[in-house]
């Protein structure tokens, strides 16, 4: 089915994720259809809309028949169709909170602490991966090529093979593959490893994800062969052949440039400076998340206020703090932290004239990020550990006079890619991240253009489109020369 080097016009592409790409909301006019945001609906809608493609999600809400004439409405209006899967009070507990958010996320993020490993959970994920793919035998056709996104739905493709369909299918993991010690763990680890391995292609951020999954393979499934060749490896199993590559998502890089250069944003990002004059603005920006590191992040902080006097009064840290899974307790306890560490560290160093953190919990609208994105002198950007995050490609998007300077963890997919002009740390390393944001704050101008135009470079030619594409190459080539070892970057520490 897939020996063409690319889709050819005539396949549908049906993409089925968690979310669907708009959100059913209650306002005080009724029930209303929003747009979602982020970077996969930006590229894979002109796919969808090109080729007269679906969507199947989950609509973020209990649903009610009178859902669906909405999302038709919406459709309509969109260019390609929205088909949501209807799940209950019940299922959006133990599949969406339970088995993909208090198992899933915190083991593959390498926190296996985290985990409570309730056999409810895995059975409710089972019953929804098969409502997944029952809306999807309702919907789809011989042409049509279904790729699904994400750690919630990795037993998709197993369902759909037992209903007997036989359509092409790709994955796409937005989260990291962790290293085999720690996927051991997972009480029903062999039965997730068999069930991907049911899709024909299975794409990963980085290699260092898709290593660990190979090894993961190798380890719990005895008689597997795996052709580690090049960027996308082939793997054989139970009579199946299944690609495993790397695709690192990226941006739409051109309409992040061209919107940071909009009067608007240069206006906002103005005044927002000139609140903080003399100084060097210091930004993280992160969805409320254990994973994203902010506790460590303002120790570091606190730690270069300490060691480094010369910084006082003369950084801003502006951190912006994104509200996510709100009906956590585990993340009302996280936000509780982060306000207590930022009220003893301004109440420690704040002097007149000068507070050292400014917290903003809230979402921006894009005007405002983009502001912070291109008045920001330093970006810091440590996560504990992240598939890809996208926040600091944004940030070396709006770039545009090259006076950022950009501080990544190395445990971000990004590394893979941003290292060479970034300057990396490891974000356990409190002394060692205090130090970098001295470094970046007494970094030349000639030094942060040239790190800068580095970065920039890399995003670019590398965008949110590329990434569409090579992953369909990846689905329809006929051989795998099209992927040499060389495209597949990786980062390792120098020290
Ligand atoms: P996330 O964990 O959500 O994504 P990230 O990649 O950083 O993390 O994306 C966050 C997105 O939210 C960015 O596009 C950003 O613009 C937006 N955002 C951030 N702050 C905002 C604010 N204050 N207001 C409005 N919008 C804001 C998961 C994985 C990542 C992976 C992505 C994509 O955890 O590792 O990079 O999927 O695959």
Redesign the pocket.
């Known amino acids: 089915m897939r020996m063409e080097s690319r889709p050819d016009k005539n396949t549908r592409l049906i993409a089925v994720s968690n979310r669907l790409p708009v959100r059913v909301v209650q306002t005080d006019e009724g029930v209303a259809v929003r747009p979602g ?3 996969l609906v930006t590229a894979l809608a002109p796919v969808l809309r090109d080729r007269g493609g679906l969507w199947i999600g989950w609509s973020g809400t209990t649903f009610d028949p009178e859902h669906e004439t909405l999302l038709r409405k919406a459709s309509k209006r969109i260019g390609y169709g929205l088909v949501p899967v209807p799940l209950d009070s019940q299922d959006i507990d133990d599949y969406y909170y339970g088995f993909s958010n208090e198992i899933i996320w915190p083991l593959f993020h390498d926190l296996q602490s985290r985990c409570r490993f309730k056999p409810r959970y895995w059975y409710r994920y089972l019953d929804v991966n098969k409502k997944f793919a029952m809306c999807i035998r309702e919907q789809a056709s011989g042409g049509d090529y279904i790729w699904v996104h994400d750690y919630h739905l990795m037993h998709v493709a197993f369902f759909m093979r037992s209903l007997g369909l036989t359509q092409p299918t790709g994955f796409f993991l ?2 990291p593959f962790p290293p085999v010690d720690i996927f051991m763990k997972l009480p029903w680890r062999r039965r997730v490893l068999e069930a991907l391995l049911q899709y024909d292609l299975i794409g990963f ?1 980085t290699m260092r994800d898709k290593r660990n999954f190979l090894n993961s393979l190798g380890t719990l499934l005895p008689g597997i062969r795996i052709h580690r060749r090049g960027a996308v490896s082939d793997v054989k199993y139970d009579g199946r052949s299944v690609r495993v590559g790397a695709f690192p ?1 990226s941006i739409d890089y051109k309409a992040f440039a061209r919107d940071s250069a909009s009067k608007e944003v240069a206006e906002a990002a103005w005044y927002l400076h000139e609140a903080l004059p003399n100084r060097q603005v210091i930004l993280g ?1 992160d ?1 409320l ?1 254990y994973t994203k590191g902010i506790p460590e992040r303002l120790y570091s902080f606190a730690d270069a206020l300490e060691r480094f006097p010369e910084l006082r009064m003369r950084v801003s840290f502006v951190q ?1 703090v ?1 509200p996510s899974r709100s009906e956590v307790p585990e993340y009302q306890e996280l936000k509780r932290e982060i306000e207590r560490i930022v009220g003893e560290i301004n109440g420690r160093f704040t002097q007149s004239g000068w507070v050292p953190i400014h917290y903003l919990y809230r ?2 609208d894009r005007t405002q ?1 983009l502001a912070y994105y291109r008045l920001a002198e330093i970006a810091l950007i440590t996560p504990l550990k ?6 600091c490609k ?1 940030y070396c998007a709006c770039n545009l006079e090259g006076k950022g300077v950009l501080i990544l963890s190395e445990f971000a ?1 990004a590394a893979a890619q941003l290292h060479r002009g970034a300057l990396m740390v490891n974000p356990y390393d409190v002394e060692g991240v205090s130090e970098t944001i001295f470094t970046a704050f007494s970094m030349t101008s000639q030094e942060r253009a040239r790190r800068m135009k580095i970065l920039r470079r890399a995003v670019r030619r590398k965008d949110i489109f590329w990434w569409v594409n090579t992953f369909l190459k990846a689905a329809f080539a006929r051989n795998l020369d099209a992927f040499p070892r060389e495209m597949a970057e990786e980062y390792v520490p120098t020290n």
Request: no cysteine; net charge negative; proline share 0%.
């Open positions: 945001a982020g970077g937005h989260i951020q998502i920006v969805r998340d912006v994104v979402s921006l990020l992240d598939g890809m995050n996208l926040v944004e997919g």
